[in-house]
């Protein structure tokens, strides 16, 4: 596609719920970043996939917490048991290679409510 | 690990007048400095870039320095108009591939 693809835009659930989040990178991306952006905060880093493996999941916050992605494409970010804290825009980036200094391009977000 | 800290938080500005952020970094082995613009509800675009062999970079209004052995880098928008205003976000990125962000800084440009 043209960009990142990020779905739903939006999602509110109740606390308790398990939830997931969709990520469509640019076509011939190999890399893919998620990051999760409190309200008014800078960008949190939660894991790193180079194609189909993930070197980096340091960001993880919680074992509620976990990212695949299959096909080296599509990843899906799913948070089990959801808490109020999980409230959040959720961000995608992609970028063509992860060694070297490839620019990240993000997606629009989802935007996680918890009530 | 790496920690980015980046001033000031909000800038305000006079149309016309020059803007400038700044970002420090902790860990030498830094490589890559990325800068991000985030309009209100919008996805972080790329504005500008640069990497540890290079000083300065410029782009039209926009330019960034880095200083290596200062550790500290920053992003300069000259003539600034209103569509400038936004969320500006420093980034640095080390040996993994993670970039480690700032907290932002809210920049309003008054006409």
């Known amino acids: 596609g043209a960009g990142v693809s990020q779905s739903p835009s939006n999602k509110v659930t109740e606390k308790g719920k398990d939830v997931e989040l969709r990520c469509d990178p640019i076509s011939g991306h190999t890399a893919l970043y998620w990051y999760r952006q409190s309200l008014g905060q800078g960008l949190e880093f939660l894991i790193y996939?180079?194609?189909?493996?993930?070197?980096?999941k340091s960001g993880l916050p919680s074992d509620r917490f976990s990212a695949e992605r299959t096909g080296g494409s599509v990843s899906t970010l799913t948070i089990q048991r959801t808490q109020q804290e999980d409230s959040a825009v959720y961000l995608c980036?992609?970028?063509?290679?992860?060694?070297?200094?490839?620019?990240?391009?993000f997606g629009d977000g989802t935007r996680l409510s918890i009530l | 690990g790496e920690n980015v800290e980046q001033h000031p938080s909000t800038l305000s500005v006079q149309e016309g007048d020059s803007a400038v952020i700044k970002c420090t970094y902790s860990?030498?082995?830094?490589?890559?400095f990325p800068w991000y613009k985030q309009e209100l509800g919008k996805r972080p675009q790329l504005i500008i870039d640069?990497?540890?062999?290079?000083g300065e970079k410029k782009d039209q209004r926009i330019a960034v320095t880095l200083n290596k052995t200062a550790k500290h880098f920053s992003l300069h928008i000259t003539e600034t108009q209103p569509e400038d205003s936004a969320v500006y976000f420093c980034a640095a990125r080390t040996g993994g591939n993670k970039l480690v962000f700032g907290a932002g800084t809210i920049l309003r440009v008054k006409s």
């Open positions: 640069i990497r540890s062999n290079v």
């Open positions: 996939f180079q194609g189909n493996s993930a070197p980096d």
């Open positions: 980036a992609s970028s063509f290679k992860g060694a070297g200094n490839q620019p990240q391009h």
């Open positions: 860990d030498s082995a830094s490589n890559y």
